[in-house]
């Protein structure tokens, strides 16, 4: 079978393409990198591939709002070609400002570039800290259905945001995407226990870290597995109790999946 390809979105601002490139490179992809102009240009390009990766940084300096305009340009844009990308069961991750993107597109929650959903039942909101928030988290995840993932793993993963609170419209939003099973990940502590402030670090509603769609191909976190592809990345890696790269894991997950 043809290597899976992979396509790392770009915009100005974006600064996680390279190590999001490398980090599916190493898990098996043939990744690109493609600024969202020549994609606009060239829609096609989303036939050729089979996985679409929105990466970290800051699109656009934030200047409107986290993700903003990089999603105002995927409505207006690549509506169509999105969602016919897909309904072919192909799959998509949004990395930090990659998830605001997505939310902010409607490819979260529900899995359609619409402006009807954009932004309108979930949304990321500045940190409770009310500072930039930069360490390691653990996650645990808990979803059955998200394919990047199986549910019960914890993982350690690295954020660095501003605006990472996740916030669902209200209690009933928040009622159908766990009862839809799309809550892919979870803030817990070492010992795999919810808590409050650093544990959650940016007081995002039940501690939720990244969700996925209905059908578990398109997912969104605040965490950033590229910065964890290797047992070197992390702060703790000499003293021992890391055995795995954690984001290199969600990548090959992902590999495995379509491959």
Same mark, same amino acid.
């Given at each position: 079978?043809? +290597?899976?390809? /992979?396509?790392?979105?770009?915009?100005? @601002?974006? &600064?996680?393409? !390279?190590? =999001?490139?490398?980090?599916? &490179?190493?898990?098996?992809?043939?990744?690109?990198?493609?600024?969202?102009? !020549?994609?606009?240009?060239?829609?096609?390009?989303? @036939?050729?591939? +089979?996985?679409?990766? %929105?990466?970290? #940084?800051? $699109?656009? #300096?934030?200047?409107?709002?986290?993700?903003?305009?990089?999603?105002?340009?995927?409505?207006? !844009?690549?509506? #169509?070609?999105?969602?016919?990308?897909?309904?072919?069961?192909?799959?998509?991750?949004?990395?930090?400002?990659?998830?605001?993107?997505?939310?902010?597109? @409607?490819?979260?929650?529900?899995?359609? %570039?619409?402006?009807?959903?954009?932004?309108?039942?979930? =949304?990321?909101?500045?940190?409770?800290? #009310?500072?930039?928030?930069?360490?390691?988290?653990?996650?645990?995840?808990?979803?059955?259905?998200?394919?990047?993932?199986? /549910?019960?793993?914890?993982?350690?993963?690295?954020?660095? *945001? @501003?605006?990472?609170?996740?916030?669902?419209?209200?209690? +009933?939003?928040?009622?159908?995407?766990?009862?839809?099973?799309?809550?892919? %990940? !979870?803030?817990?502590? /070492?010992?795999?226990?919810?808590?409050?402030?650093?544990?959650?670090? &940016?007081? $995002?509603?039940?501690?939720?870290?990244?969700?996925?769609?209905? =059908?578990?191909?398109?997912?969104?976190?605040?965490? *950033?597995?590229?910065?964890?592809?290797?047992?070197? *990345?992390?702060?703790?890696? =000499?003293?021992?109790?890391?055995?795995?790269?954690?984001?290199?894991?969600?990548?090959?997950?992902?590999?495995?999946?379509?491959?």
């Amino acid at each position: 079978m043809a +290597q899976p390809r /992979a396509l790392v979105l770009r915009a100005a @601002g974006t &600064n996680c393409d !390279r190590e =999001t490139a490398f980090a599916l &490179n190493k898990a098996g992809f043939a990744p690109d990198r493609v600024h969202i102009f !020549r994609l606009m240009e060239d829609p096609a390009m989303l @036939g050729q591939v +089979q996985f679409l990766v %929105v990466p970290g #940084g800051f $699109s656009y #300096g934030d200047d409107v709002g986290a993700g903003k305009i990089l999603a105002n340009q995927m409505l207006a !844009r690549l509506a #169509g070609p999105l969602n016919e990308f897909v309904a072919a069961e192909k799959l998509v991750l949004g990395i930090c400002n990659g998830f605001q993107v997505l939310l902010k597109s @409607g490819l979260l929650p529900w899995a359609k %570039v619409s402006p009807e959903l954009a932004n309108r039942d979930a =949304t990321l909101g500045w940190n409770d800290s #009310g500072r930039f928030e930069a360490r390691w988290v653990h996650l645990r995840a808990e979803s059955e259905k998200c394919v990047f993932l199986p /549910a019960g793993e914890q993982i350690s993963l690295p954020i660095a *945001h @501003g605006e990472g609170k996740f916030i669902p419209r209200d209690e +009933q939003i928040l009622g159908a995407l766990k009862e839809g099973d799309q809550v892919a %990940v !979870r803030y817990v502590d /070492a010992d795999g226990t919810e808590g409050g402030y650093p544990v959650n670090p &940016n007081g $995002s509603v039940d501690d939720i870290a990244g969700i996925c769609d209905p =059908t578990g191909h398109v997912m969104g976190l605040m965490p *950033h597995p590229e910065r964890f592809i290797h047992i070197t *990345h992390h702060p703790q890696w =000499t003293r021992g109790g890391v055995d795995r790269p954690d984001g290199l894991d969600l990548f090959q997950r992902a590999f495995e999946y379509l491959k």
